[in-house]
């Protein structure tokens, strides 16, 4: 039988990219992800000063609780035993009644608390670590472990959310054209059928192909192409022995221009199927392909 490919693409524009012109360190945010779960948030993430702020509520998945005080403008925000004190447009902070200082204050934004992540993420001994192959922001306290059964999971769906949810890590020099500003806006993940341990990640300049291993997502191969897949203008990494222009021929990518989810894939039979959807989360471009079952 042909060898099918499952592509998913996304597109939505309430995960709009928003970008620096900080030529020292360009930086542009598509998504948060907190302890392996991709937190869907009604402001995006902005930057400022070449600081990523997220709003505040999206530390409710560390166990972090906060009170706003409307008069002051300062958020207190309190992890066990400790707090933080932080004041709109002051760089002034307190831990646990102590000054310190702040790169970048908090802001409002459309009626939202946003606040320094990386700041808040060393005070309270969280690790933050920006993923610039797909502008994909990953917090996780101490206590985060990978969720091995996921990733295992019979259901292909939840496998490949959990395994989208895995920062990606390189063992070689990334390609850097991949990851400018704005090329993350169009994005997709490709898979084989049957198959949650390896993708394809594309966004508009070119492609990162990924094995799960033991619980990492390990980039394999990055390249840009030319006249198609087989048209290789640069890479990096190393070339897979599958063949990854194979993969193309039942694969058909949609960038839907009214932030909708679309999947396009090919059934048993070999007819194209297409799948559309709205997206609450990041996570929701993974979509469970009907009549799908995991190979063996």
Do not use: C
């Not at 702020?53 to 300062?74: C, E, F």
């Not at 850097?176 to 059928?193: Q, V």
């Amino acid at each position: 039988m042909k060898k099918v490919i499952v592509f998913v693409f996304f597109f939505v524009l309430t995960f709009q990219t928003l970008a620096i012109a900080d030529a020292a360190n360009p930086i542009s945010v598509n998504a948060v992800n907190v302890n392996g779960k991709f937190i869907a948030t009604d402001v995006s993430p902005i930057i400022k000063d070449g600081r990523v702020l997220v709003p505040i509520r999206t530390l409710a998945s560390l166990g972090v609780t906060y009170q706003w005080d409307s008069k002051s403008q300062s958020a207190l925000i309190t992890k066990g035993k400790d707090q933080i004190k932080l004041t709109a447009n002051k760089k002034e902070a307190f831990k646990n009644n102590k000054p310190i200082l702040v790169d970048v204050p908090v802001q409002m934004t459309q009626g939202r608390i946003l606040v320094p992540i990386r700041f808040v993420s060393e005070n309270f001994g969280y690790k933050a670590n920006y993923e610039k192959a797909r502008s994909i922001l990953f917090i996780q306290d101490g206590n985060y472990k990978v969720d091995q059964e996921s990733l295992q999971a019979e259901d292909l769906q939840a496998a490949r959310q959990a395994a989208i949810s895995l920062p990606i890590q390189f063992s070689f020099k990334s390609l850097s054209s991949l990851e400018k500003p704005g090329a993350n806006k169009d994005y997709g993940y490709a898979f084989p059928r049957g198959d949650s341990s390896r993708y394809m990640y594309s966004n508009n300049v070119g492609h990162t192909v990924v094995e799960i291993k033991n619980g990492v997502a390990k980039a394999v191969w990055q390249f840009t192409e030319g006249n198609g897949l087989d048209d290789i203008v640069s890479s990096a990494g190393q070339r897979p022995s599958y063949n990854y222009v194979e993969w193309v021929t039942d694969i058909m990518m949609s960038n839907d221009e009214n932030g909708n989810i679309k999947a396009v894939y090919k059934d048993d039979k070999g007819q194209q199927k297409e799948i559309t959807a709205k997206a609450k989360s990041y996570i929701d471009v993974i979509q469970s392909i009907p009549n799908e079952t995991r190979k063996q």
